[in-house]
């Protein structure tokens, strides 16, 4: 009877791996019902990643099933805003994955939903601003835990003036007719980037030029976002987000323009604790604070 109640169990168990079927490279059926707990240097974290945001959610499995998150520092803390973490360059000697280098930087397309908030505990996506992003996709792997503040009416207006100023921004940039001076902007901005990344203090007559070119398109298409947000129809917060917001808090004017994927279930005191640590003007910690481990671990 012994044996046959083993061989039983034996065969649920083959069953059960049979029916874990792998749905993408890294990710398996198994691990969209689990959470993902954050073991940091102050604290453990409990993320849900929403099933609203695949892309975002597959890929953030991925990434934690391969251990990319394992030893990154919070490189970003800004105190009733949010932390940031996820740059790879952040790790010791960057090393602790099997993946290349170059593998890091990479971007995945937004995914904007109207019933995801930028509440109080809420995980978005980093991204590159819309003069270089203007799909305003997600960088592969950083992310932002939002700690936030509490709004009333006044301060909700105030979000919701700058998120319309981004979306009309977003609309003219992204139209046909300005395409190749925002083209040229793009280019630009590269242009900067790779003079900083050499650091030779004898660029910066072509830091100083580079920077008035970028001056004048930019004030061209500030103007002419001006003339698209009198014209659209604007945003408004939902009722139901608005009550969110003036009792939980969070930083309701990321929304619309940053994708959020999942939630913190526990941990927002550490959240918190690390928010209050002390920052160069950078906003980065003096004192390291790092992810220690990132795993899928069953949902409770």
């Keep these: 009877m012994k044996k046959l109640t083993l061989l039983f169990v034996g065969c649920i168990l083959l069953f059960c791996a049979a029916c874990d079927t792998e749905i993408e490279e890294g990710v398996r059926k198994s691990d969209l019902s689990k959470d993902v707990q954050l073991v940091t240097d102050?604290?453990?974290?409990?993320?849900?990643?929403?099933?609203e945001t695949p892309i975002h959610r597959n890929n953030f499995i991925k990434l934690v099933n391969e251990g990319a998150y394992d030893s990154v520092s919070f490189h970003r803390v800004i105190d009733n805003f949010l932390i940031q973490t996820g740059d790879m360059?952040?790790?010791?000697?960057?090393?602790?994955?099997?993946?290349?280098?170059?593998?890091?930087?990479?971007?995945?397309?937004?995914?904007?939903?109207?019933?995801?908030?930028?509440?109080?505990?809420?995980?978005n996506a980093a991204r590159m601003g819309d003069d270089q992003n203007p799909e305003r996709a997600s960088d592969g792997t950083q992310f932002?835990?939002?700690?936030?503040?509490?709004?009333?009416?006044?301060?909700?207006?105030?979000?919701?003036?700058?998120?319309?100023?981004?979306?009309?921004?977003?609309?003219?940039?992204?139209?046909?007719?300005?395409?190749?001076?925002h083209k040229k902007l793009k280019e630009l901005f590269d242009k900067m980037d790779?003079?900083?990344?050499?650091?030779?203090?004898?660029?910066?007559?072509?830091?100083?030029?580079?920077?008035?070119?970028?001056?004048?398109?930019?004030?061209?298409?500030?103007?002419?976002?001006?003339?698209?947000?009198?014209?659209?129809?604007?945003?408004?917060?939902?009722?139901?987000?608005?009550?969110?917001?003036?009792?939980?808090?969070?930083?309701?004017?990321?929304?619309?323009?940053?994708?959020v994927f999942g939630e913190v279930i526990t941990g927002m005191d550490v959240v918190d604790r690390i928010a209050r640590v002390q920052t160069d003007e950078a906003d980065k910690p003096i004192d390291d604070v790092r992810i220690l481990s990132a795993t899928m671990i069953e949902r409770k």
Excluded: C
Excluded at 42 to 51: A, Q
Excluded at 112 to 118: E, I, K, T, V
Excluded at 164 to 177: D, I, P, R, T
């Design 89 to 123: 360059t952040t790790k010791p000697g960057r090393l602790g994955s099997k993946r290349d280098s170059a593998d890091w930087y990479y971007m995945i397309d937004a995914e904007f939903r109207p019933d995801l908030l930028h509440k109080r505990g809420a995980v």
């Design 194 to 259: 790779a003079i900083y990344s050499k650091d030779n203090p004898a660029d910066s007559l072509k830091i100083q030029a580079i920077e008035a070119d970028i001056k004048t398109l930019k004030t061209k298409f500030d103007s002419l976002a001006e003339i698209e947000l009198a014209t659209m129809e604007p945003y408004r917060f939902p009722e139901e987000h608005r009550e969110i917001y003036k009792t939980e808090g969070g930083a309701a004017h990321l929304d619309q323009n940053y994708t």
């Design 42 to 51: 102050m604290g453990t974290i409990v993320l849900r990643l929403s099933d």
């Design 144 to 181: 932002t835990i939002i700690q936030g503040r509490v709004y009333n009416d006044s301060t909700l207006a105030l979000a919701e003036k700058r998120i319309n100023g981004w979306l009309a921004y977003n609309k003219v940039v992204n139209q046909s007719e300005h395409k190749p001076e």
